[in-house]
């Protein structure tokens, strides 16, 4: 049996102190650092558009993501080692709850050893965990990590969705949405159960305050019957309702779907939205996932015959399913052409060849989005990816 160090003795003492769950984060990251008999830490946040790994203390400066060994670790997920400076050596630990990537951790020692490292380990995991318990409600995490200020629409709309990786070994989902700033319409939601990933993509007429409530009351109708364990026919029936009573004069293009974890069996409905896209060995398969679209939510009784239409596809382990709201294809490039969908395609097809991380590749995608416009994004831009492995029996 291996005995406890004195290390492990300080961080059981740590974690055992209730004082300590009341925390600052700061205060706690010191603490647990000393617990733990590590040098020293600093803890990186990325920031709302992941370009920038945002310390929270005032003492380090600003990293880039695309251009640092502290970036490296936060778009691969993995540990990185850099040699010299006043620390002898830095680790850089990704900090990630679950599947969503919230920055990374860098941790300073003399020499690195199986013990640190696996301490340092320790302290990513516990750090990211602290993060997510505690950035609902400081404000501090939401001023460090926006780099311009928001407005209303966006405020609105930030406060409903959810993190931007959902996932477990066997499925994962996530999602990017631009300009962060700026967002009117636009939105995506995804969660999990035992048996069942739910993820929707939503667009809202217009690109002001009504869209922003028009998409928060779609996500809060949709959210609300899921959980009482309504099947996809009914989460769109709920939606149709809400917002003809709420908001007759609106109306939210969409897809809602729902995915069986064991199987692979994907469902949705398509409520008036560009088709899903579906990738599979590295390839798009054409056509795979075009239906005839049902109307718009909230337009179901004045356009619609019939009942919602439920589509259905089995999928292969590996494939990724693509959603994406018109403004992502609908860019512009600085000579004037448009994005269009096969360069959008392209890009996914090409990350996936290289065996790139989902969360990168749609982080990476849009900011293609961006770099390719010279007056911003003509129209709100959400993509939302899903990965299914098959479960081990």
């Keep these: 049996m291996t005995e406890p160090t004195a290390g492990d003795e300080l961080l059981a003492g740590f974690l055992a102190d209730p004082a300590n769950a009341a925390l600052d984060l700061s205060t706690a990251v010191e603490r647990c650092t000393k617990a733990l008999g590590l040098r020293q830490s600093v803890v990186y946040l990325a920031d709302l558009q992941q370009r920038l790994l945002v310390p929270l203390t005032d003492r380090a400066p600003e990293l880039d993501i695309d251009g640092s060994l502290a970036g490296w670790s936060y778009r691969t997920q993995a540990l990185r080692v850099e040699e010299g400076g006043a620390w002898g050596l830095t680790a850089w630990l990704p900090l990630v709850d679950g599947a969503e990537r919230l920055g990374v951790v860098a941790v300073a020692a003399p ?7 696996a301490r340092g380990r320790a302290l990513a995991s516990l750090l990211a965990m602290m993060i997510t318990s505690k950035r609902a409600y400081k404000d501090s995490f939401i001023r460090r990590t926006r780099t311009e200020p928001m407005r209303l ?36 939601d995804h969660a999990l159960t035992g048996t069942t990933l739910h993820a929707s993509i939503l667009d809202a007429m217009g690109h002001d305050l009504a869209s922003g409530l028009t998409t928060s009351v779609t996500l809060a109708a949709c959210r609300n019957a899921r959980r009482t364990g309504a099947d996809l026919p009914e989460l769109v029936e709920s939606v149709d309702a809400a917002l003809s009573r709420w908001l ?13 974890l064991a199987g692979g069996v994907l469902r949705w409905i398509n409520c008036g939205h560009p088709a899903p896209l579906l990738i599979r060995d590295r ?17 179901l009784s004045t356009f619609a015959a019939g009942p919602r239409q439920v589509h259905e596809i089995a999928l292969e382990p590996g494939d990724r399913v693509l959603m994406y709201t018109d403004g992502a294809t609908e860019s512009r490039m600085r000579n004037g052409t448009e994005f269009g969908l096969e360069r959008f395609v392209d890009y996914v097809v090409r990350a996936a060849a290289a065996g790139e991380l989902a969360p990168e590749t749609l982080r990476r995608l849009i900011h293609s989005l961006l770099e ?15 990965e299914w492995k098959r479960p081990q029996a």
Aim: charged share 20%.
């Design 372 to 386: 390719s416009e010279s007056t911003g994004l003509r129209d709100d831009a959400t993509i939302l990816m899903l």
């Design 111 to 117: 020499s690195l050893d199986p013990v640190l490292l």
């Design 153 to 188: 629409p966006a405020e609105l709309l930030q406060a409903f969705l959810p993190p931007r990786t959902v996932g477990t070994p066997h499925v994962v989902s996530t999602a990017v949405l631009e300009p962060a700033y700026e967002i009117g319409g636009d939105g995506f």
């Design 248 to 260: 007759p004069e609106q109306f939210c293009t969409g897809i809602l779907s729902q995915l069986d």
């Design 283 to 299: 390839v798009l398969v054409p056509h795979a996932m075009e239906r005839e679209a049902d109307p718009p939510m909230g337009y």
